[in-house]
Each structure stands twice: as structure tokens, then as C-alpha cells.
């Protein structure tokens, strides 16, 4: 009842197009921004920005950037995790070989450095595609976690192979580093996360993510109609490693605050990333989020119910852990193969005809 | 419809937000009983939660304070790390003890700024053990640069005296824990002269047949070993392979459990480790956590793990946390101690021989006195070694110290270069 279509008219071509063409689920997506730019700021903790929200955002940002390179233009990436270590470590070398540069330029910056050893590693996806693409990601993933743990000058030579977030500021706030308040890190990471999905959303309903699309679906003959495969792939490639550089970036400047590569950015962060993807709904925007809420929040979830509630012993809570979730991936995955974004589709469809289904 | 969600969601927020309980001392305990370091992780939880236990059951708690454990699973993994911590220290936490070197550096700048200890016993950052730039971060009895040190020096001894022309090889996990030792052993192959060679083993360290091969190749008159977790097990399995000398093969306090040599059987015969705390359960007080804890089914495992060398550190770390506590209530004159007042108890800490046969553990470890610029401790170590036949350690040298004059400078310089990186103005210490 709440959610209808009746008496919501259309005058215009654009207010046909529009991302969200129903009234009230407009109204709902204001409502929800402005919670989370307005409300939540003033009520977040460092448990919920540490533990819950700040890596729910990096991990929405993570997955955006694959589901652009793997759900719209299909080329499947295992090389997430080093992409990730890409932009961690360029936005540490920005940090720290300029100080006085502004933190919000480090970060883009490290995204623009990101989306160039994209295309790099995206130029075998001109010959050969499917798993074979896959290994060759892959190859990514371990020489890049490689290198940054061979090469001092990466970590400016620390013993360790540690970098760390120096402290820096955003009008005279600190973001990065310990004494970052909650709020701060949050919106930082809030701002970042909704400009990027409002691009991203935008950029696939145009002209190239039309010609992703079409690469996806049946690339020969996108080219027969005249998408250029090269400028498709690797422009796909390229946003998909900026955003993945961002979100690295984030993940080691504003949430960790330290990290060390082979921990940090290993294979498993390539799987998780890939995991958000197709659980959340290969090629869609809200699928990133959602997918991204459910391999990161779900989890913290399970724990807080099995040992704080229920005083089970950690180790026991850890495992059921890992059964309860692993089932649910399998049980999403046969009740709804296009994912968590195609359920809450099907559950809009449900509510426009109730209760009068036909 | 949209009723149930919101109740749904609002149910899922409350389980998320953890309610803060204050209760009286609150130690959580960092723990991983799940992946692939779980050998390693479990024996020290459960030392460390039984010790608790039994200053509860059998002394009332601390001066009649009780003692708080909260468990919380890390996995080793840095991001779940930093999730406990931040779940766990609004609730009163006195004093972390992550038992990772990767989450102790995670830790080392957001408990600096919490104002709550974090006690890194023999791991973590070796230059913390400078207190004018680490306040808040202790990590005596030793470090890993004291380790290396007493590990050349007893390499040394063995082969009277000179290193000259000697190889010696160090297999080490490739993380911030395994790289930290590199330093002081290029520092000391200057000194000595002998040559060092680096064979990085990734985590999780299953799969180490490449790297035992080169070692055979490069015939290494010593091996030492920083490793953790099933990768201590897989390189004592793959050097009695190759017939590598076990009693050439010296691993850090961390390759030294009962865990990591019993795979291998007959063929980990020999093999040395360094130790800063003694074997066995030959002390007094394994009495009474076996009358009050084990006994009494109050063991936080299944009590099996009694005497163990894991099992025995995870003890000695919480006992040092009980006297720190102590030493804490007694400085400030009140039970109800703050994390702050816990950091000044840390700070003041001396355990003597005598102190140590009170508790039940004489000449278990070296005599500590914590002092505001030395949070590392006396620096001493024991060479142990394994025997199959018994299945026993037993210490086969006496606690020996470090070279100071090369550790000591090696922390001087990093610690200055910490604090010149996160403009830290070092605390005046009096002296």
C-alpha cells in the first residue's frame, strides 16, 4: 500500500530514466542518506565505526569496483586484494613523501595509481578471457603482494614491512592516524563511498557502461556493432582498479591505520571481494552494498548473538561462524543466483501488486 | 512488512552494540582457538585464563577484587584483532595482550591514544621497550632483538668463540613478526663476522619443501627459526627430512612448543630453542591450578595442555598482569584501579626470586624491574632442548643476557625514528 505507483506521474523523458522511479522509494533513499550523513555522525562510537561501519563502506567501495569490472563488462578479476595493496601503498608513499598534501588528494591520487596498473594487468583481457583471464589476475594478486614485500622502498624501509598512517586533516579534523574521531573517519569514508556510487550508478546506465554491457553479454558482437573491445575492457578495468585503489586506500589510511601487505591484502581479500559480487548481484549497484553487508556485518552479527547474548566459548561461536555462513552463501545462491539485489527486486515487484496479486 | 523490518533491524542493532558492564578487573583476552595458529594460540589462552580463574577461586581475586576475563576470537587476523579490541575496551580493559605481533602494532597507536597498557610479552614492536616514547606499550621480560642476540651468543659459545666465515640462516614467517629479528642479526654478522642468509617462509607456512632444499644446498652451519603456528611444525618436519643437525636448529620463544616438535617424532630429537621462562610443571603452583581449576572443572580447555611451554606463558603473562595489578593498587592505595593507574603498576613492576617462590613459580623466570624508560626487561633467555625420548624440554644453559651495547642502539635509533614519524615528544623519566 505504502509502496505504489498510482498518481505518480511522469512528465518527462529524465523523470522516466530515473534511478529510482517510484515516489516513495525516493523518499526512502533521501531518508536514509540524510540518517547517514545527518543522524548517524552525531551516535557513532569507536566500536561501530571500527568494527562495523567504516569497513562496511571500504569493503561497498571494494565491491563496487569489482561488480563494475566482473558484473557489468564479465571479465573476472582474482587480483582484487593486490589492487587493494596497489592503493594502500601509493596513497602511504603520497603520504608520506608529501606531507603537506591534502589526505583527499592522496587518496584520489591513489586511485588514479590503482587504475593504471589496472590496465596494465587488464591488457591480457584483450586475448583471452574467462578463467583463463582469471589466472591471469591471479598472477596479479601474488606479484604485486610480492613486490611490496621485496622492495623496501615501498615501506620507506621499516624493519618490519609495516606501514602506518601518519596523522593527517581534513579542515584542520584528523581523519587518519589514532586520535581520528568516529565521525570523522565515517563521513570521510561515507562522502567518498556515495560520490562514487552516484558515479558509478550513472556511468553504467550510459554510454559506456552500455558498451561494458555489451562486451559482458557477447563481446563478439558488441564489436560487430561497433564497441571498440579495447576501450571497453580496459576503460572497465581502469574505474574498476580507481575505485578498488580508493577503497585500498581507505581501508589502510582511515580503518586500519596500519597494515602489512601479505596480512592485509592477501589472496583471501580477492575471494572475499569476489564472494560481495556474486552473493550481493553481479551488476548491480545496490548488490555491492548489499553484498558488502552481508560478508562483513553478518558475521560481526553472529558473533555478538553467539557469545555475547548466548556466552558460547569464542572458538565454538568461530565455528559455527564460518558453518552459518558458508551455508547461507550456498543457500542464497540456489534460491537466488543473481543474488541479494534480485531478491529485494522480486520483494519490490511483490509489493507494487499488494495486496491484490494476480 | 515494513514493521518487522524495522523491528528486525532494530533487534540486529542492539545485538551489534555491545552493552558496557563494568565489572571490577577486566583483562580480555585476545585469543585465537580457530586457523591455522590455533595450536599455538590455544594452550596460551587457556594458561592464561586459568590463571585468572585461580586467583579467583582459590584467593578471592586480586586484594578481594575479582578478575574479569573476556574472551574474544582474533584468528591471528588484524582486522578481527581490531575488532575485539574495540568491542572489548569499553568495558574496562586494564590491559591488552593480543599475542600477535601484527595486531600489537595495529594496537600500539589506538592504545596510546585510549590511554589503556598494552603488555606485548616478548613479541611486538622490539623498541617499545624504549617507555620515554612507548608509554603505554611494555614488553618484558625480553624481546626479539634480546633473542637473536642470546641466540648468536650461544651459536657463538658452541663454536668457541668465533663466527668468523661461519653461515648462518634464519627461516622466518614473512610478516612485521618474522622481519623484526633481521636487523639485529645483520647488526651482530657485522660484529661476528659470520654470514647471514634470509629465507622468508609465507604465511601460513604449509608448504616449505622449496625452501629446505635451498637450505640443504647452502649447508648453513646454523639454522634459527621466527615462526609461528603450523609453520614451526612443517620446518622441523622438513630439516629432519633433509637430516639437518637438530641441535644446529635454534628457534625463537615462539618455535619452542610441545606442538611443534611432536609431529616430526624422532626426528625433532635435539632440536633448540630459546626460552625466557621455565618447563615443565614442576612448580608449586601447578598444584593448585590443577586442585582449584582443573580439578574443580573450571579449566578454560580441557586441561589437558598443563605444563605445557604455551600453556606455562600463557600463565606467567597473566600472573605478571596479576602483580602488575598489584603493584598498581599498592602505588595509588585503592582496589578500583583505572587502566592509567594499571600502566603506572606495569611501569613500577619488580618480581624478585623471592616474589616468584611466594606465587609458586621459584626461579621461573628472571627477576624483572620495570623501570619508566626500560619496558623491555632484563633482556634474558635459556637455550632448551627437546627430547623425543621423554617428549620433555629441559633448559641445557643458564638465563644469559643479550648484547646490550648492539640492542640497546639498535632500539635507541628505531624508537627515536617512531617518535620523529608521529612527532612523539618522549616522556622525561626523572633520571
Given amino acids: 500500500m505504502l509502496y505504489r505507483e498510482a498518481g505518480d506521474f511522469k512528465t518527462s523523458y529524465a523523470a522516466d530514466l530515473q534511478t529510482f522511479p517510484i515516489k516513495s522509494e525516493r523518499i526512502l533513499f533521501w531518508a536514509f542518506t540524510a540518517v547517514a550523513f545527518l543522524v548517524v555522525p552525531f551516535f557513532i562510537n569507536d566500536y561501530w565505526e571500527k568494527s562495523i561501519l567504516v569497513?562496511?563502506?571500504?569493503?561497498?567501495?571494494?565491491?563496487?569496483?569489482?561488480?563494475?569490472?566482473?558484473?557489468?563488462?564479465?571479465?573476472?578479476?582474482?587480483?582484487?586484494?593486490?589492487?587493494?595493496?596497489?592503493?594502500?601503498?601509493?596513497?602511504?608513499?603520497?603520504?608520506?613523501?608529501?606531507?603537506?598534501?591534502?589526505?583527499?588528494?592522496?587518496?584520489?591520487l591513489s586511485g588514479v595509481v590503482t587504475a593504471g596498473v589496472g590496465v596494465l594487468f587488464g591488457l591480457p583481457s584483450l586475448r583471452i578471457k574467462g578463467f583463463y583471464l582469471a589466472v591471469a589476475t591471479l598472477a596479479a594478486q601474488f606479484f604485486l603482494v610480492w613486490m611490496f614485500n621485496k622492495f623496501a622502498w615501498f615501506y620507506n624501509y621499516s624493519a618490519s614491512g609495516q606501514i602506518s598512517a601518519p596523522e593527517r586533516t581534513i579542515f584542520g579534523i584528523a581523519v587518519t592516524g589514532p586520535n581520528s574521531a568516529p565521525w570523522a573517519t565515517y563521513l570521510t569514508c561515507l562522502t567518498i563511498v556515495f560520490i562514487f556510487a552516484w558515479v558509478a550508478r550513472n556511468l553504467t546506465r550510459g554510454r559506456v557502461g552500455r558498451s561494458w554491457m555489451a562486451m559482458r553479454d557477447m563481446d563478439i558482437a558488441a564489436e560487430i556493432m561497433g564497441v571498440s573491445p579495447f576501450s571497453a575492457k580496459l576503460s572497465a578495468f581502469a574505474v574498476s582498479s580507481f575505485y578498488i585503489g580508493i577503497a585500498g586506500a581507505l581501508f589502510f589510511a582511515v580503518y586500519l591505520g596500519a597494515a602489512e601487505v601479505t596480512e592485509a591484502f592477501g589472496i583471501d581479500k580477492s575471494f572475499t571481494a569476489l564472494f560481495m559480487v556474486i552473493i550481493g548481484g553481479l551488476g548491480s549497484i545496490l548488490g555491492s552494498f548489499l553484498g558488502a553487508a552481508f560478508i562483513i556485518l553478518f558475521p560481526v552479527l553472529l558473533k555478538n548473538l553467539m557469545v555475547g547474548y548466548l556466552g558460547w566459548p569464542t572458538d565454538l561461536a568461530a565455528h559455527f561462524q564460518i558453518m552459518i555462513v558458508g551455508g547461507l552463501i550456498i543457500f542464497f545462491l540456489i534460491v537466488e543466483p543473481h543474488g541479494l539485489a534480485q531478491l529485494w527486486r522480486l520483494a519490490k515487484e511483490k509489493l507494487r501488486l499488494w495486496p491484490f496479486p494476480y | 512488512m515494513r514493521f518487522k523490518l524495522l523491528v528486525a533491524s532494530a533487534a540486529a542493532a542492539m545485538v551489534m552494540g555491545?552493552?558496557?558492564?563494568?565489572?571490577?578487573?577486566?583483562?580480555?583476552?585476545?585469543?585465537?582457538?580457530?586457523?591455522?595458529?590455533?595450536?599455538?594460540?590455544?594452550?596460551?589462552?587457556?594458561?592464561?585464563?586459568?590463571?585468572?580463574?585461580?586467583?579467583?577461586?582459590?584467593?578471592?581475586?586480586?586484594?578481594?577484587?575479582?578478575?574479569?576475563?573476556?574472551?574474544?576470537?582474533?584468528?591471528?587476523?588484524?582486522?578481527?584483532?581490531?575488532?575485539?579490541?574495540?568491542?572489548?575496551?569499553?568495558?574496562?580493559?586494564?590491559?591488552?595482550?593480543?599475542?600477535?605481533?601484527?595486531?600489537?602494532?595495529?594496537?600500539?597507536?589506538?592504545?596510546?591514544?585510549?590511554?589503556?597498557?598494552?603488555?606485548?610479552?616478548?613479541?611486538?614492536?622490539?623498541?617499545?621497550?624504549?617507555?620515554?616514547?612507548?608509554?603505554?606499550?611494555?614488553?618484558?621480560?625480553?624481546?626479539?632483538?634480546?633473542?637473536?642476540?642470546?641466540?648468536?651468543?650461544?651459536?657463538?659459545?658452541?663454536?668457541?668463540?668465533?663466527?668468523?666465515?661461519?653461515?648462518?640462516?634464519?627461516?622466518?614467517?614473512?610478516?612485521?613478526?618474522?622481519?623484526?629479528?633481521?636487523?639485529?642479526?645483520?647488526?651482530?654478522?657485522?660484529?661476528?663476522?659470520?654470514?647471514?642468509?634470509?629465507?622468508?617462509?609465507?604465511?601460513?607456512?604449509?608448504?616449505?619443501?622449496?625452501?629446505?632444499?635451498?637450505?640443504?644446498?647452502?649447508?648453513?652451519?646454523?639454522?634459527?627459526?621466527?615462526?609461528?603456528?603450523?609453520?614451526?611444525?612443517?620446518?622441523?618436519?622438513?630439516?629432519?627430512?633433509?637430516?639437518?643437525?637438530?641441535?644446529?636448529?635454534?628457534?625463537?620463544?615462539?618455535?619452542?612448543?610441545?606442538?611443534?616438535?611432536?609431529?616430526?617424532?624422532?626426528?625433532?630429537?635435539?632440536?633448540?630453542?630459546?626460552?625466557f621462562h621455565g618447563v615443565g610443571s614442576d612448580f608449586p603452583l601447578f598444584d593448585d591450578l590443577k586442585k582449584y581449576v582443573i580439578d574443580a572443572g573450571k579449566a578454560a580447555g580441557d586441561g589437558s595442555h598443563l605444563g605445557e611451554v604455551l600453556y606455562n606463558r600463557g600463565v606467567y603473562a597473566a600472573m605478571l598482569a596479576?602483580?602488575?595489578?598489584?603493584?598498581?593498587?599498592?602505588?595509588?592505595?585503592?582496589?578500583?584501579?583505572?587502566?592509567?593507574?594499571?600502566?603506572?603498576?606495569?611501569?613500577?613492576?619488580?618480581?624478585?626470586?623471592?616474589?616468584?617462590?611466594?606465587?609458586?613459580?621459584?626461579?621461573?623466570?628472571?627477576?624483572?624491574?620495570?623501570?619508566?624508560?626500560?619496558?623491555?626487561?632484563?633482556?634474558?633467555?635459556?637455550?632448551?632442548?627437546?627430547?623425543?625420548?621423554?617428549?620433555?624440554?629441559?633448559?641445557?644453559?643458564?638465563?644469559?643476557?643479550?648484547?646490550?651495547e648492539v640492542v640497546d642502539a639498535l632500539i635507541m635509533e628505531d624508537s627515536e625514528a617512531y617518535a620523529a614519524e608521529n612527532n612523539i615528544e618522549p616522556v622525561a623519566c626523572g633520571s
Fill in chain 1, 55 to 108: 569497513p562496511f563502506l571500504v569493503w561497498s567501495m571494494v565491491a563496487l569496483g569489482l561488480n563494475i569490472l566482473t558484473g557489468y563488462c564479465g571479465q573476472v578479476s582474482l587480483g582484487t586484494g593486490g589492487f587493494m595493496a596497489v592503493g594502500a601503498f601509493a596513497c602511504y608513499k603520497f603520504m608520506t613523501a608529501f606531507p603537506d598534501l591534502n589526505i583527499m588528494i592522496c587518496i584520489l
Fill in chain 2, 18 to 275: 555491545t552493552a558496557p558492564a563494568f565489572a571490577d578487573l577486566v583483562f580480555p583476552s585476545l585469543s585465537y582457538r580457530t586457523g591455522p595458529y590455533a595450536p599455538n594460540g590455544i594452550p596460551f589462552a587457556d594458561g592464561y585464563a586459568d590463571y585468572f580463574t585461580l586467583i579467583n577461586e582459590r584467593d578471592g581475586g586480586v586484594e578481594g577484587q575479582m578478575i574479569k576475563l573476556i574472551e574474544c576470537e582474533t584468528g591471528y587476523n588484524t582486522e578481527k584483532g581490531v575488532e575485539c579490541y574495540e568491542s572489548t575496551k569499553g568495558e574496562g580493559a586494564l590491559l591488552y595482550q593480543p599475542l600477535s605481533t601484527g595486531i600489537t602494532y595495529q594496537l600500539i597507536p589506538k592504545a596510546t591514544a585510549d590511554n589503556i597498557p598494552v603488555h606485548s610479552m616478548g613479541y611486538g614492536r622490539t623498541s617499545a621497550a624504549n617507555g620515554k616514547v612507548f608509554p603505554w606499550v611494555f614488553n618484558y621480560p625480553g624481546t626479539y632483538w634480546d633473542a637473536a642476540s642470546i641466540i648468536v651468543k650461544y651459536i657463538n659459545d658452541q663454536e668457541g668463540g668465533d663466527l668468523n666465515g661461519k653461515k648462518i640462516a634464519l627461516v622466518y614467517h614473512n610478516s612485521a613478526y618474522g622481519k623484526e629479528p633481521i636487523r639485529t642479526l645483520e647488526e651482530l654478522a657485522k660484529k661476528h663476522g659470520y654470514e647471514l642468509s634470509l629465507y622468508p617462509v609465507d604465511h601460513p607456512g604449509q608448504e616449505q619443501k622449496a625452501t629446505w632444499l635451498q637450505i640443504r644446498k647452502e649447508r648453513p652451519d646454523y639454522v634459527t627459526m621466527w615462526g609461528w603456528g603450523v609453520m614451526n611444525q612443517v620446518a622441523i618436519q622438513e630439516a629432519a627430512n633433509i637430516r639437518f643437525p637438530m641441535d644446529h636448529f635454534i628457534g625463537v620463544w615462539w618455535s619452542a612448543s610441545e606442538n611443534d616438535v611432536l609431529p616430526a617424532g624422532d626426528g625433532a630429537n635435539g632440536y633448540k630453542a630459546i626460552a
Fill in chain 2, 322 to 404: 596479576v602483580e602488575a595489578a598489584r603493584t598498581a593498587m599498592k602505588l595509588h592505595d585503592t582496589t578500583d584501579i583505572t587502566p592509567t593507574m594499571m600502566r603506572d603498576g606495569m611501569e613500577a613492576l619488580v618480581l624478585d626470586n623471592a616474589r616468584m617462590a611466594e606465587i609458586g613459580l621459584p626461579n621461573f623466570g628472571p627477576e624483572i624491574n620495570v623501570t619508566c624508560s626500560n619496558h623491555g626487561g632484563p633482556g634474558l633467555g635459556a637455550i632448551s632442548q627437546w627430547d623425543a625420548n621423554s617428549k620433555t624440554w629441559s633448559l641445557v644453559t643458564d638465563f644469559m643476557g643479550a648484547d646490550r
